[in-house]
């Protein structure tokens, strides 16, 4: 469900210790869409009975199992591997159609 590499991994931990997020259960959640597609947001949570389940060393990530299918799973990226654009998440799957094919339009969020 979740691709994250060690140097994403440790950047993630770095921002869960320093914001005192205990224990580490974070759900990935659709946040809205925007030009480029659909964002993604994180927020501590606990699991349902609706959600996929994945521990990654002592991180625990939730999904709605809804999000998981449509996304097929998602890749945290450290700011290094996002070109120095700070950590990313991201869907696995993308649908080519989504977003807007023009900024032009003025399309909110």
Same mark, same amino acid.
């Given at each position: 469900? *979740?691709?994250?590499?060690?140097?994403?991994?440790?950047?993630?931990?770095?921002? =869960?210790? !320093?914001?005192?997020?205990? +224990?580490?259960? /974070?759900? #990935?959640? #659709?946040?809205?869409?925007?030009? %480029?597609?659909?964002?993604?947001? #994180?927020?501590?949570?606990? +699991?349902?009975? %609706?959600?996929?389940?994945?521990? /990654?060393?002592? *991180?625990?990530?939730?999904?709605?199992?809804? =999000?998981?299918?449509?996304?097929?799973?998602?890749?945290?990226? %450290?700011?290094?591997?996002?070109?120095?654009?700070?950590?990313? #998440?991201? +869907?696995?799957?993308?649908?080519? !159609? %989504?977003?807007?094919?023009?900024? !032009?339009?003025?399309? !909110?969020?």
């Amino acid at each position: 469900m *979740i691709e994250i590499s060690d140097a994403g991994y440790q950047e993630f931990n770095d921002l =869960l210790e !320093a914001n005192e997020i205990e +224990p580490k259960v /974070v759900r #990935l959640a #659709l946040a809205g869409f925007g030009c %480029s597609g659909p964002r993604f947001g #994180l927020m501590v949570d606990e +699991p349902s009975e %609706s959600d996929v389940v994945e521990m /990654v060393k002592d *991180i625990t990530f939730i999904v709605a199992k809804d =999000l998981y299918d449509e996304y097929e799973g998602f890749v945290i990226l %450290s700011d290094e591997e996002n070109f120095g654009g700070g950590m990313s #998440l991201r +869907p696995k799957k993308i649908d080519d !159609a %989504s977003g807007c094919s023009t900024c !032009a339009t003025g399309c !909110a969020v």
